[in-house]
């Protein structure tokens, strides 16, 4: 059985830093491409980055770009989300998932219907 275990989320200002971990376990780690998603209240889930099984390939939304690093530690079943300078419309549920047969990584991987695997969420609140 998949786990998908999201945490790090939190309270922070305005251009404050978070840093998101993701554990998975029941299926080989450095098998699975990986991604974060994020949803808002009243919004649709939105992907903000994805990372390829060896971490060679990323890919960010145009909305995190240069902000927000993607990396991972197959060593220790994690996946990782840097997020620097946030803004209040960066405030929402983040979620961790995961695939096992993805094969690249880019703009048409970073969408919820790639992903098998999902954790429960991790809350990121930005005050202004």
């Known amino acids: 059985q998949v786990q998908v275990v999201e945490s790090g989320g939190g309270l922070v200002q305005t251009g404050g830093s978070l840093r998101l971990s993701c554990i998975a376990s029941g299926l080989r780690f450095g098998d699975l491409a990986m991604a974060w998603f994020r949803q808002a209240p009243g919004k649709e889930r939105e992907g903000v980055s994805c990372?390829?099984?060896?971490?060679?390939?990323?890919y960010y939304a145009d909305s995190v770009k240069g902000r927000f690093t993607i990396s991972r530690d197959n060593a220790k079943n994690t996946l990782y989300l840097e997020m620097n300078s946030l803004k209040p419309e960066d405030t929402a549920m983040y979620y961790c998932?995961?695939?096992?047969?993805?094969?690249?990584?880019?703009?048409?991987?970073?969408?919820?219907?790639?992903?098998?695997?999902w954790g429960q969420g991790t809350q990121v609140t930005v005050s202004s």
């Open positions: 998932a995961a695939d096992d047969s993805l094969t690249a990584i880019g703009r048409g991987t970073l969408s919820p219907d790639n992903y098998k695997y």
């Open positions: 990372i390829s099984w060896s971490g060679a390939s990323k």
